[in-house]
């Protein structure tokens, strides 16, 4: 089966422009989850959706950061005004619920460059 | 906080060599512990979990149990292939409190490069 797919694969940008990144989680998955891994930071939680239920976005390292769910499944992360330190890989992953003993699946991740 | 502090790497091992990769994690409440693992080229999947205290996970030869009294949960595995050789993560989730939010984010240690060789 189809397992989740993040696009596009490599984005370059310019310091400044912005970003959206897209994530399709696997199908059935009520919970969405995004990361990003840095050299500097290793990996660390950014938002997460369950449901229909109000989004966790402490993980969030500005207010230049926003993420949105749409119907329940495809949900995009934007990253406005980008700063160079904002290069990392975005990855996306989903569960069956969002509880601590379900698995994450991981998409591939999305590689952003700011120049 | 909660936060994971994984052996700092790289590993480098013989095949058939014995592995073991140290993790320890502080929570502010009771968590259920993974081991996560990137092969080259590929995305993050899970190796292994273990939801209660001396539970062990197991997959692919590779084992951990959930030690609560010394807060670890050492990867470990008896004869290591060239096929092994990955980024591996330690990584927390907590289980919800009395009335709280279930919501099994991840927290990760910072990764442990492991190369092994012919």
Same mark, same amino acid.
């Given at each position: 089966g189809a397992g989740v797919s993040q696009s596009p694969s490599n984005k370059v940008t310019e310091k400044g422009k912005d970003v959206e990144l897209r994530c399709d989680p696997i199908s059935g998955h009520t919970a969405l989850y995004w990361y990003r891994q840095s050299l500097g930071q290793g990996l660390e939680f950014l938002i997460y959706f369950q449901g229909?239920?109000? @989004? %966790?976005?402490? &993980?969030? @390292?500005?207010? $230049?950061f926003s993420a949105e769910r749409t119907g329940g499944s495809v949900s995009t992360l934007t990253i406005q $005004? *980008?700063?160079?330190? %904002?290069s990392a890989v975005y990855l996306c992953a989903s569960s069956f *619920? &969002?509880?601590?003993y379900n698995e994450q699946f991981f998409g591939p991740g999305t590689r952003l460059t700011v120049l | 906080g909660n936060s994971v502090t994984q052996m700092e790497g790289p590993v480098t091992l013989s095949e058939e060599a014995f592995l073991t990769i140290n993790c320890t994690y502080t929570a502010t409440g009771y968590p259920s512990l993974f081991w996560y693992v990137q092969y080259p080229g590929e995305g993050l999947q899970l190796l292994l979990k273990a939801t209660k205290a001396d539970d062990k996970g197991s997959n692919k030869g590779f084992e951990a149990t959930y030690r609560k009294e010394t807060t670890s949960f050492h990867l470990e595995k008896g004869s290591v292939q060239v096929s092994d050789s990955a980024v591996y993560f330690c990584a927390l989730s907590l289980h919800p409190n009395a009335g709280g939010t279930s919501y099994g984010k991840l927290t990760f240690g910072q990764g442990t490069i492991l190369t092994v060789h012919p």
């Amino acid at each position: 089966g189809a397992g989740v797919s993040q696009s596009p694969s490599n984005k370059v940008t310019e310091k400044g422009k912005d970003v959206e990144l897209r994530c399709d989680p696997i199908s059935g998955h009520t919970a969405l989850y995004w990361y990003r891994q840095s050299l500097g930071q290793g990996l660390e939680f950014l938002i997460y959706f369950q449901g229909n239920s109000a @989004p %966790d976005k402490s &993980g969030l @390292p500005s207010d $230049r950061f926003s993420a949105e769910r749409t119907g329940g499944s495809v949900s995009t992360l934007t990253i406005q $005004r *980008t700063q160079q330190e %904002d290069s990392a890989v975005y990855l996306c992953a989903s569960s069956f *619920t &969002g509880t601590a003993y379900n698995e994450q699946f991981f998409g591939p991740g999305t590689r952003l460059t700011v120049l | 906080g909660n936060s994971v502090t994984q052996m700092e790497g790289p590993v480098t091992l013989s095949e058939e060599a014995f592995l073991t990769i140290n993790c320890t994690y502080t929570a502010t409440g009771y968590p259920s512990l993974f081991w996560y693992v990137q092969y080259p080229g590929e995305g993050l999947q899970l190796l292994l979990k273990a939801t209660k205290a001396d539970d062990k996970g197991s997959n692919k030869g590779f084992e951990a149990t959930y030690r609560k009294e010394t807060t670890s949960f050492h990867l470990e595995k008896g004869s290591v292939q060239v096929s092994d050789s990955a980024v591996y993560f330690c990584a927390l989730s907590l289980h919800p409190n009395a009335g709280g939010t279930s919501y099994g984010k991840l927290t990760f240690g910072q990764g442990t490069i492991l190369t092994v060789h012919p």
